[in-house]
Every structure is written in structure tokens, then in C-alpha cells.
């Protein structure tokens, strides 16, 4: 039997390891729909690659050089929002969110409201709309399989076990590039210093993202919901060789933990297998060769916006998603070099105290706190760099 599959955001690191896995794997997968934002060369050759049905970019400007690029071939090309939606609802056993921010969360709860599987890599996404999705989740019947390597670690641990018997999920953490720097070292850093993560290759937001742990912020909120054991039984954990990628430990004091070596590839077959495994060309595990592995208590004073986000779930209502869209604001601008390092948290921590919606009720309400929060982001932003 094949597997027909979507990869939303198939142009970035999740798609692209996704993709790769299925090129192993071809005659196991059918490749539905692709999408990209605004890539469309590169879109056009995966989709030619894999003869997918369609290829989608978000950016509507795209589309002339989308279609030009796939003339002749069958594969229909499409462009904009509503067709990022239209392709989600398409059928297909398999939907992969991986597009980078909240932007990914029209087609990921499109696809989730018709009771999809969908293999979820999308983390603003559920941060930013968390009680929304699950109740989508839970009334269409659709399943969600984590794909962040923590959440996939957990919801291996958890297969066979149950919620009421979980005494604690232990997220962890690499630390990132900075995990050593003293505070003054880190006022220095460059964007460049900060896509370049010690142990994973991943997209340049989510790397800076682990810079300032806000990374692991956003799975803290991300696991609060996925695995609702309440946020006491929740606890983060430094592990700089990143091999442990989370665990579980029962209430009868058994850890179980999943171990494996740093790359995407393996949380994501996981996640493309299941509830079956595919072989990957991942380089196994080798703890003899690694010989230690270590583990430290976070810094909250270095790295606040673990601080902050676990006060925004705590708070709740729009809270995390004030948190996620002023991230999003501020890693663009470290990126584009208009704040510094350090200034990412406090741009967001002045974000959240700047006002106080009421909690969304829908997701047209949770639009407007999203392009809200942006904005008061951006008026924080142009107070700091006024003063730069
Ligand atoms: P990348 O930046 O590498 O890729 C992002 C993808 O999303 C690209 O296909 C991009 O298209 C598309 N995209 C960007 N903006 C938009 C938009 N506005 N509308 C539609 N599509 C858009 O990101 P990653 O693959 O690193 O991360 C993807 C998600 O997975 C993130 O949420 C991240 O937190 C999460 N994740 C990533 C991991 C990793 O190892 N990279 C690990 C765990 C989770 P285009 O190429 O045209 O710009």
C-alpha cells in the first residue's frame, strides 16, 4: 500500500528531509501536494521530482514563474492563501506542516479540521492557536503525530503508557551556540554566530530561536498541549551532545527515554512510518565514541525567554500568542541586524506587558491578536531602535 503525502513548507529543512526520506522510500509514498512560499524554482523541481498532483506558493507574485516552470508536465500550479487551505483539504493519508511560523496555521488546522494526519513541525503554530487546534483535533478525529525530535521522543515514550501514570516529561535541551557565553559575550553576537547551531542544521528562525532557547520556550508550550499532564509535570533539561531528545518518567520512577543521533530525519521517518518504521541512512548511534553524556539546570537569567514563556502559558488566553508573534518580529529584525542578541527577549517580554486582550474564542479573534501583537512588536521595536 502506498502512502500519499503533503509536505507543507517542502522547500525548508523539515520538507526537504522529508522529501529525502521519501526519495529512499519511493515506492512506499505518492506525493500529493508541495508547497513553498515563494520559491518557485525550487518548487517546480521537486514537484517534477516526485510528480506531484500539485504545487502551491503562498506568495502570489510566484506563481507566473511557477507555472511557466511546470508547462507540460501535468502538475497543476496554484498561488496565494486560500490555495495553501484548498491543498490541505486535498485528499491524501499524510500531511506534513512544516512551514516556519504562524504563517503555517491556515492550512495546518485546514488540514486538521478534516481529520487528517498530520505530522506536526509547525510549533508557532499550535503555540499561537493551542487550545483552538486541540479542540479541532479532538472534533474532526484527526491525528497528530509530533515531529519536533523532543515531542516525537515523548510521544514515543508514551506508546503503551498513560497520561494518569506520568510523573514527569523531561524536555531536553542542546543549550545552543551560547550555552557557555557570559552575558556580556552574548551582547556581542552576530546573526551569523546564531544560525550556527552545534549540533543541528536546521531553518535560520528556529535556529535563532535556539540561541535564545525561545526554542525550547515554544516546545514548552507546544508539549503542555500535546501531552496535557499540566505544566507542574513539564521540566527542561540542559544536554549539550543532544542524543537524549526527551523523557518520561512514570509514577512507579521508570524513565524511559529515546536516544538517537542529531538529525531530523529520524523523528520525521518516525513520524512518516508510523505506526511502522522505514529505514533512514542516519548514523546510528555510537555512545561508546560520544563516552559522556552530560546535563545542567537552564539559565533563566541568560536566557529569559524561557522565563517568558513559561509565564505566557501559565497565563494564558492570548498570551502565547503575543509571545509567538513578537518572537516571530524579533528574529526578523536580529536577522536583518536591527537589534541586538539580547534584545530579542526583552522586545518580547515589553510586547506582552504592552497590552492585554481578552483570550481568543476562534481563530478570527486569534488572527487579530496575531496581527496586533505584530503590531505593538513593531512600535517596541522602533522604540529600541530609535535608542540603538
Ligand atoms: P525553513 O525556514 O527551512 O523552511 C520554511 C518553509 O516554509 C519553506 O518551505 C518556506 O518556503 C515556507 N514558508 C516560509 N514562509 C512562509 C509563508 N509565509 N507562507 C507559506 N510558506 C512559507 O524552516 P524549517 O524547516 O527549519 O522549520 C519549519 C518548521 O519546523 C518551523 O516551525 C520550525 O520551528 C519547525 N522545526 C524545525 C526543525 C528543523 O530541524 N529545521 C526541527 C523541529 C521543528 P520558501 O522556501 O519559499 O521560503
Redesign the pocket.
Known sequence: MTRSVSIF???????LSTLDLIRQHRSKYRVVAL?????AS?IAQLAREFDAEIAVV?DESAYSKLKEALAGTGIEAAAGADA?VEAARRDCDWTMA????C??LPPTMAAIEAGKTVAL????ALVSAGALMMAAVHKSGAKLLP???EHNAIFQCLAGGKLDQVRKITLTASGGPFRSFSLDEMRAVTPAQAVAHPN?D?????SIDSATMMNKGLELIEAYHLFPVGLDRLDILVHPQSVIHSMVEYVDCSTLAQLGSPD?RIPIASALAWPERIATSCKPLDLASIGQLTFEQPDLVRFPALRLARAAITQGGAKPAILNAANEVAVAAFLNGQIKFLEIAALVESTLTAYLPEAPMNLDDLFIIDADARHYAREELEKLTSGN
Open positions: 513548507g517542502a522547500t525548508g529543512s523539515v520538507g508547497t513553498a512560499n515563494g520559491n525550487a503562498a495553501l512544516s512551514i516556519v511560523g504563517a503555517g513541525a509547525n510549533k508557532e515531529v519536533d525530535s543541528w536546521m531553518g535560520a528562525k528556529i531530523m
